[in-house]
């Protein structure tokens, strides 16, 4: 009679295999995916400087400082 617990499940040994190697060629990006990731932050920095550098959001900014600055101890 065959142990259950030493029997060898084909299915369960093809995904273990695939999954490692599916992990093996995925390592990282490649320098396509660095470049547009650059470029996508670059644009994401430039629409928050145009933000919190316009008019409202300055003075909202300078209000909350003030308030910040000006609380009693």
């Known amino acids: 009679m065959v142990n259950p617990v030493h029997r060898v499940n084909p299915v369960r040994t093809w995904l273990r295999a695939l999954s490692r190697a599916g992990r ?12 547009m990731g650059t470029i996508a ?3 994401f920095a430039a629409v928050l ?11 909202a900014l300078r209000s909350v400082i003030g308030k910040a600055l000006d609380v009693q101890f």
């Open 24 to 35: 093996r060629r995925d390592a990282g990006m490649t320098t396509s995916e660095y470049a």
């Open 41 to 43: 932050a670059c644009a």
């Open 49 to 59: 400087y145009k933000i919190v550098t316009s008019g409202a959001v300055s003075d």
